[in-house]
C-alpha cells in the first residue's frame, strides 16, 4: 500500500489550493489544460464547502470543505470517492437541489440558484414512471414539440439505447437495466446541455452494468454532451472518464485528479488501463489484493 506521503508528493497543487481554500483555481494540470482552452468551462465548482445540521443544536457534519474543480464542455468527468464522502452532496449543489454554506457553482457561466431543465438527472433506479410506458416514458419531456417532432425524436432515441420494440412495454415489465435505458433515453430525449449522474447503474448485475457504460461511452460520444458521473467503483471511472476527481474521506475535498488518456473503446486486460486503475485504488488507500483490511 503506497504511504500517504506518496499521494501528497504526486498532488502538491492539490494539497497547497485547498490549505489555502480561498481563491486559488489550481487542481492540478488539467485545470491549466481546461483554462488554456478556449470554451468556457461547463461547470465551475469554485472553493464549495457544505456543512449539515445534527441531529441535537450545535452539531454540525461537515460534509464538504472547500471543493474547487472545472468540468469543460462535452467532457465526461467521474466523481469518485468512499461511500459516505459527500459525493451525491455534491452533485446535488451543481444541480441545483442544494445550496453550498460557502463557494459557488457556475454552470455554463451562469451562478446556479435552483434546479434547470436544461441539465438532466439520472439516478440509481425509480427514475421512470411506472404509469408510462416506454414511448410515454422518453416523451415526457417533449410536451412542447410538434407531434411528428416529438415521435421522431423519441423513436430516435428508443433506438439509440436499444429498445426499439419495446416502445408499449410499462417498466414493470422492463429488467432493471432497460428500465435504466428508458431513463437516459428520456434524459437524452431532453436535449439537455449537461447530465447528472449518481451511481445509475450501482443496481444492475455485473454484466448488465459493462454493457450499460459501453453504450453510454458510445452515447455520449455520439451526443456531445457533458457528463458529470458519480460513483464510488473504480473501475467504472476508469471505464468512463476523460478525468477522474477523486474525493478524500468526509469532511470531502478534491484529493487528485487523473486523467485518463486511454482511447475509446477500452481495453479492460491493457497494461494502461490496468495502471490507471491500481493508480486510483493507491490514491484511495485501498489494497489491490483481496482480503486485506481497507483503509476507507
Ligand atoms: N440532508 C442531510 N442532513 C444531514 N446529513 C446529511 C444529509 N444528506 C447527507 N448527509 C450526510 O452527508 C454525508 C455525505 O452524504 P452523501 O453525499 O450522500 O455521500 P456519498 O454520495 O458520497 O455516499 C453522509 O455522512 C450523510 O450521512
Ligand atoms: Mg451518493
Request: one cysteine or more; a neutral charge; hydrophobic letters at 40%.
Amino acid at each position: 500500500m503506497m504511504e500517504p506521503g506518496n499521494v501528497q508528493r504526486s498532488t502538491p497543487n492539490v494539497q497547497r489550493s485547498n490549505a489555502e481554500g480561498a481563491s486559488s483555481l489550481d487542481v492540478g494540470r488539467w485545470t491549466l489544460d481546461v483554462e488554456r482552452s478556449s470554451e468556457r468551462a461547463a461547470i465551475f465548482i469554485r472553493d464549495v464547502s457544505l456543512t449539515f445540521p445534527g441531529k441535537r443544536l450545535g452539531d454540525e457534519i461537515a460534509v464538504l470543505d472547500h471543493v474547487s474543480a472545472r468540468v469543460a464542455k462535452g467532457e465526461f468527468v467521474c466523481l469518485v470517492g468512499p461511500s459516505g464522502c459527500g459525493k451525491s452532496t455534491l452533485l446535488n449543489i451543481v444541480g441545483g437541489f442544494l445550496t453550498a454554506s460557502s463557494g459557488e457553482v457556475l454552470v455554463e457561466g451562469q451562478p446556479v440558484h435552483g434546479p434547470d431543465p436544461r441539465r438532466i438527472f439520472v439516478f440509481q433506479e425509480n427514475g421512470v414512471f411506472p404509469w408510462l410506458n416506454v414511448r410515454d416514458n422518453v416523451g415526457f419531456g417533449l410536451r412542447g414539440k410538434s407531434k411528428e417532432e416529438r415521435e421522431k425524436t423519441i423513436a430516435h432515441y428508443i433506438a439509440m439505447v436499444g429498445l426499439t420494440g419495446f416502445e408499449d412495454a410499462y417498466p414493470r415489465e422492463l429488467s432493471g437495466g432497460m428500465r435504466q435505458r428508458v431513463e437516459i433515453a428520456r434524459a437524452l430525449a431532453a436535449n439537455p446541455d449537461i447530465i447528472y449522474m449518481d451511481e445509475p447503474f450501482g443496481a444492475l448485475d455485473f454484466i448488465t452494468r459493462l454493457k450499460m457504460r459501453a453504450d453510454l461511452v458510445r452515447i455520449w460520444q455520439a451526443e456531445k454532451k457533458t457528463i458529470l458521473f458519480v460513483t464510488h467503483d473504480i473501475e467504472e471511472a476508469v471505464q468512463l472518464a476523460d478525468r477522474v476527481l477523486i474525493m478524500s474521506k468526509r469532511p470531502a475535498t478534491i484529493q487528485q485528479v487523473v486523467e485518463i488518456d486511454l482511447a475509446r473503446p477500452r481495453d479492460l486486460d491493457s497494461p494502461r488501463y490496468l495502471e490507471k486503475r491500481d493508480e486510483i485504488f493507491r490514491i484511495m488507500g485501498m489494497s489491490l489484493r483481496v482480503g486485506e483490511t481497507l483503509s476507507v
